[in-house]
Structures are given as C-alpha cells and as structure tokens.
C-alpha cells in the first residue's frame, strides 16, 4: 500500500469528479493538466489558493482525519463564498508522510467529499508527495455569474455593514482545545464549530446577485463590498476599510457574539472579545448602500444577518484615531478606537 499510484487512485475513487467534457471542464483529470472554459456557463472564474498544514493549522491529536479533510476544502472554498462565485472545481497538492497513506488518507477523503458535495464541487487535478507532516494545498475555483464579484474596495460611507451568522464560535473551540477543556462532555459540542466551519457559499452568491425587490440600482449587486471571517472581525473588516479607504463604526452591542455557556464566563472566556478578534469563523462581513437597507432582511436561509454598523468617512476618523480605521462604540456611547488583534502569521516574527 501507498505507491503513489494507488494514493491517487484512491483519491479519485473517493473524491466527486466530473465527466469531461460537460460544460466548463473541457479536458478533466488523467491528461497532464486540466482545461476549464467555454460550454454554456461562460463565465468569469474566480481563483484562490489555501494551504492547511499539520501543527500549523491543525493537530492531529484533535482533528479527526475526517475534519481534517472538511476543514481543508471549507476554509480555501470560503474565500470563494467572500467574493460571491460559484464554488465549481478544485485542485489538490497533498502531502503525506510514512503512516498516513492508508486508513488516515480514506478518512481524509471521506470528510473532503462530504464538503465537495455540499459545496458543490468537483476535483479536477492535483499532485501528491511524501514529506513529514501532512500538508494540503489546495487551488479552488468558482464562477462570477454576469461576470459580478464582491471585491473589499466597494464599502462607501453611509452603507450600512453586516455580519452573516454568530462570531467567535469557532474562536471558543479552539481556546477550549488550547485550555484543555474540550473533552469536558458539556463543552464538546462547542469545539465543532473550530473543526467543521460552515461556511456560506449560498449567502455569498445571493449577496453577488441583483437580488429582486432590493435591486434599485440594476446591474450592481446587493453587497458593495464582503469579505469572510477567517482572521477575526477586527482584522478582516480593517482588511475592508483599507481597500476601500473608508472608516467603520460599530456598535458593541449589535454584534453576534458567540453565546458562551456560565461555567466558561466563569473561567474568563469573554463573548464580545472572542467575537471582536477570534478567527475561522468563516462568515461574511459586507457593506450595503442605504438605498438598498429599508428592505434588507434579517436572515437569509436561515442564517442571521445582523447591521453592526456603518461606514464613515476616514478623514474626520482618522485625526480622532491614529492607526484604527474601525471605532467601536461601548454599551454607554463612548467610542473606542479598535485595533485589529486577529490572526497574523507573521506578525509575531516581524515583532509588529
Ligand atoms: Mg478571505
């Protein structure tokens, strides 16, 4: 077992594929390279890339090779949900070491397909080699339907900003891992939403639509501007605010902050600051223009979406506070500048 012709045999024969030559995939896996394009979906494709490495992103002891797999294909498809494509295909480097090739490898696959059929998605190429840890890069591509993204440099002043779902769910289930506590039986449940996020591909392409009655402007798309959760609200709404040269303001108490259970109040866990900074929730921040907010629901199949807050103009904002582009004002009205604290790879080692 484990030649790298078997490796891959077992991949296609657990991973959904598509047959060539219908629609997009005009040449599939097998040759040396994929052809996508042309067919009746002509469309703009959207790329992206993600890495997903062992003792990085992830450790073994508590992901199953199940979630591993899940978690891989969610976090680089989530990306795709912010720009508002159609999640479509996928290519796949993965590294494995000794060990790793057999059962685990199957477990992988089993939870990667559940997320591809969930999401939609179909592999299409890829590569595998051995190394020491377990790395899995993956290439996902998605469709702009009429050619409409959801870019970060869209937000205006005055458009109202929105969170789609709860912040810092997944947050608290990594910190219960780090603290130990997530095989404590009330708090299990709290750790899925760190190992099987649920991202919102669904949301992402209402929101790149015209919509319906919302749609007074013909041609734009519901969203001015999105961006997913996966650093934390402080830093990805920063991400927003910088590209579209625009301020923020936000209202402590608006935000869906994670519900955190009495006993985990107790030991120090804070709703609001695992909401503000923790990362991987994977949901959408997104601006909307006014003119589009008198009628803006409050859910969207099922999952909340909540107005935080609004875009301001950066000058006045900016003499106020130096560095911050986002003010969060507290439960009494005072405003606070709010610096982005989420995840950074290489901020600790640039000492920032
Ligand atoms: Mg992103």
Redesign the pocket.
Known sequence: LGSEAEIIERIWKRLPICPTRRGWLSLGPGDDAAVIGGGPRAANWVLSSDAFIQDIHFVSEVFAPEDVGYKALARAT??LA?MGAVPTFFLMNLVLPDGKTGRWLDGMLTGMARAAREFGMVIIGGDVAKAGAIAIHLTVGGSALHGRVLERSGARPEDGIYVSGRLGEAQLGLELVLRRLHKTAAWRRLVAPYLRPKIQTVLGRWLASEGSRQARRPGSAIASAA??T?DGLSSDLSHICEASGVGARIWADRIPAVRVPDGLLRKGFNPLELALHGGEDYQLVFTVRRAMEWSFPKSRGGVALTRIGEVVDVRNFARRHTKARIELIDAVGRGWPLVAKGWDHFRAADGR
């Open positions: 989530s990306d912010a961006i997913d996966s």
